[in-house]
Structures are given as structure tokens and as C-alpha cells.
Nanobody
Framework: QVQLVESGGGLVQPGGSLRLSCAAS?????????MGWYRQAPEKQREMVAT???????NYGDSVQARFTISKNPAGSAVYLQMNSLKPEDTAVYYC??????????WGQGTQVIVSS
């Protein structure tokens, strides 16, 4: 059974930083095609924040370029999101996502990020 467990969300002031973590279990890292982060703000569609794709290609959403950095552990079983210069519009539930070679998609339970003064 594939499990994705996120942590690191919370309340932060504008301009602050947070680091999110996602630990994946139940899937061999070699079976992962993409791994990364999405977010969903109230009354908005879920959007891609940052992802690793096979071949170590990295994609960032336009709104987080140059502020957020995605990374992963050497084993490929955990992914992190360093978020700097946070803005109120970054407020959302952040979800870890994994897609396998078979096309199956898995989501974590989400971690809330609130950017507010």
C-alpha cells in the first residue's frame, strides 16, 4: 500500500519561509515517474507547485519560480519543498503527489500553509 505523509505546514508571516516534507512508502523509488507538490486554495482548482520527473527534470509553477525549491533524498523516497518569500496568495493546502510507471496516481493527506500577518 502506497502512503505519502506530509509535514511542515503551519502559519507564517508574509516574507517568511517554511519547509515541507513528504515521505513515501510502499513503492520502490525506481517505479516513480513523477514526485512533487500540488496545492489547492479555497475555491480554486488544484495546481502544480513543483515536481521531479523521470530523468531529474524539475518543473515549477509560474507563481513560485525563484521562491520555492524542490529537492529529494538520495534514495528517492522523500521529497521536500523549501518555500521562501511567502505571500498571502501562497495560502493553501499542499499535497504530495506520486505517479507510478503504471500511471497510478497517489496523494498525501495534505498539509495546511497559511501566510498571514
Amino acid at each position: 500500500q502506497v502512503q505519502l505523509v506530509e509535514s511542515g505546514g503551519g502559519l507564517v508571516q508574509p516574507g517568511g519561509s517554511l519547509r515541507l516534507s513528504c515521505a513515501a512508502s510502499g513503492m520502490p523509488p525506481g517505479n516513480i515517474v513523477t514526485m512533487g507538490w500540488y496545492r489547492q486554495a479555497p475555491e480554486k482548482q488544484r495546481e502544480m507547485v513543483a515536481t521531479f520527473s523521470i530523468g531529474r527534470r524539475i518543473n515549477y509553477g509560474d507563481s513560485v519560480q525563484a521562491r520555492f525549491t524542490i529537492s529529494k533524498n538520495p534514495a528517492g523516497s522523500a521529497v521536500y519543498l523549501q518555500m521562501n518569500s511567502l505571500k498571502p496568495e501562497d495560502t493553501a493546502v499542499y499535497y504530495c503527489n506520486v505517479v507510478s510507471r503504471s500511471g497510478s496516481q497517489y496523494w498525501g493527506q495534505g498539509t495546511q500553509v497559511i501566510v498571514s500577518s
